[in-house]
């Protein structure tokens, strides 16, 4: 059963850098898109990024200039670059990567302090 796992969150100040890693516990075939995602206390998950196996990106607007997604299809890994981080960033991320079946990561906290 392949697992994914993610890396480096925790607790910055606001203007702050942090960098999300994940990494998948085994081979993904057929990969088409890779991603991360946040869910807030009190809201929905919301899409944050996504990067295709072409090459791709989308970003949600509230982070557009900011985040930074790339990733590596061979290594199956994911990474979110995070600069000038905001309070409002504050959520537990969670990757995401699509195939012929969804993979998703047991998410990581990102705390921003105002």
């Known amino acids: 059963q392949v697992q994914l796992v993610e890396s480096g969150g925790g607790l910055v100040q606001a203007g702050g850098s942090l960098r999300l890693s994940c990494a998948a516990s085994?081979?993904?075939?057929?990969?088409?898109?890779m991603g991360w995602y946040r869910q807030a206390p009190g809201k929905q998950r919301e899409l944050v990024a996504v990067?295709?196996?072409?090459?791709?990106?989308n970003y949600a607007d509230s982070v557009k200039g900011r985040f930074t997604i790339s990733g590596d299809n061979a290594k199956n890994t994911v990474y979110l670059q995070m600069n000038s981080l905001k309070p409002d960033d504050t959520a537990v991320y969670y990757c995401?990567?699509?195939?012929?079946?969804?993979?998703w990561g047991q998410g990581t906290q990102v705390t921003v302090s105002s």
């Open positions: 085994g081979s993904i075939l057929s990969i088409n898109v």
């Open positions: 995401h990567i699509l195939s012929r079946r969804s993979f």
């Open positions: 990067i295709t196996s072409s090459g791709i990106t």
